[in-house]
């Protein structure tokens, strides 16, 4: 018998139009949520965005926090914690990144009931040590903190010299849920329509002696952005070679018998060096000196609704956004640097660091907005098509 531990990643920026929150609401989340509901004799790991779940508040949709409810008190879920608006950990700001885990608890608890968290899931996976023992020793986790004994990473996380290949270990005082790239990818970007055959066959040839499978992907990708993915899955719960447990049921069961790692590397569950698809072009380099200076200026100085549009301009979708390999869209990272700059001029500080926090704002946007214009967008694009 096959275990598999899958988690599944709700989420959506916090500049997102509710129109589109709607749409992939009533095309995957609900969906999903009515099969689990239906179903029995499985458990899965949800990790549901606190920047998701107001959106979908606002929305008033109160049959997605009844499903999720349900699916929590009946066992067949386990919610793991993260940080509030989907910062990239890994290159943000020690203070940012509590005070966001921080809010990510406190909605889990009021929205859904939630108390406390086994485990912890950091955006796009992206880790490194500095990371793993922030979420362990977060402000966030006063009464718990013992209790947060895992955190989900990639399979590029353990550094290669410990020779690593299984999909839980423990690191320091957790453990690591590993993510499997081939098969978690499969739902990512199987080019053609998938089946329950395709998945348990590779199963089957990439997992060998191994008793357990971890795999971490976007939820989106049941019903919203491949129609069929959301049936697979459906199917799959029902597969009797595979059993599908929680996060913490993976760790009871198998965290007795696991190798201990010494050291863990930068990593995510992109293709990339390090975090260089977040930070490694000019305009990134921009956007994130801008939110280091809007941070040093208003430090100590926002309160509640000006903090909030700061953290909100914290996501790593604009940093994602600016890539442009392949992921280009100005309109969505003009969004969250008009968030940094509202929050600065809503601040209690001097008018000469408002002005100079406008003059860096207004000439990031002009350098974006005159590289759209410039051709290399399109440039790029064949470049990275040439090399897929």
Known sequence: ????????????????????????????????????????????????SGSLILQLKRLGVDEFFDLIKKLISSGKVEIVNSVMYHPLMPITPKDILIRQIEKNSLTLKNLFGVESTAGFFPPELAVDKDTLDLIHN???????????????????????????????????RKYLLINNRQIGGLFRSYPK????????NLI?????????????????LFGH???????????????????????????????????????????????????????????????????????D????SLDGAAEDLFDQANSSCYL??????????????????????????????????KAKAEEAYHLFLNKMWQYHWSGNVETKYKEWQSQI
Not at 12 to 36: A, F, G, H, M
Not at 143 to 172: G, H, L, M
Not at 204 to 214: A, F, H
Request: overall charge negative.
């Open 225 to 295: 952005h491949y129609s069929e993915r959301l049936q697979v899955l459906a199917d799959l719960l029902d597969a009797k070679e595979i059993k599908f447990i929680t996060a913490s049921e993976a760790v009871v069961k198998f965290g007795n018998q696991v190798k201990t790692i010494s050291d863990v590397k930068a990593s995510s569950w992109q293709n990339c060096q390090g975090f260089d698809l977040w930070n490694k072009n000019g305009l990134q380099q921009e956007y994130l000196q801008l939110l280091k200076m809007v941070h």
């Open 138 to 172: 977060s402000v966030s986790f006063p009464q718990q903190r013992e209790s947060i004994n895992y955190v989900f990473v990639d399979e590029n996380a353990p550094e290669s010299s410990s020779k690593i290949s299984t999909s839980i270990v423990k690191y320091d």
């Open 1 to 48: 018998m096959k275990y598999w531990s899958m988690v599944l990643h709700f989420y959506q920026p916090p500049t997102q139009e509710l129109k589109i929150t709607k749409s992939v609401l009533e095309s995957c989340y609900l969906p999903l949520l009515r099969i689990l509901s239906e179903k029995s004799g499985f458990g899965l790991t949800l990790n549901i």
């Open 297 to 300: 200026l208003t430090l100590g």
């Open 193 to 200: 329509q998938l089946s329950v055959e395709i998945v348990l």
């Open 320 to 353: 994602y956004w600016l890539s442009n390999w392949p992921w280009w869209h100005p309109d969505l990272v003009g969004t969250g640097a008009r968030n940094l700059i509202k929050c600065v001029r809503m601040a209690n500080i001097d008018n000469q660091k």
């Open 204 to 220: 089957q040839k990439n997992s060998g002696e191994e008793d357990l499978i971890v795999t971490a992907n976007d939820a989106e």
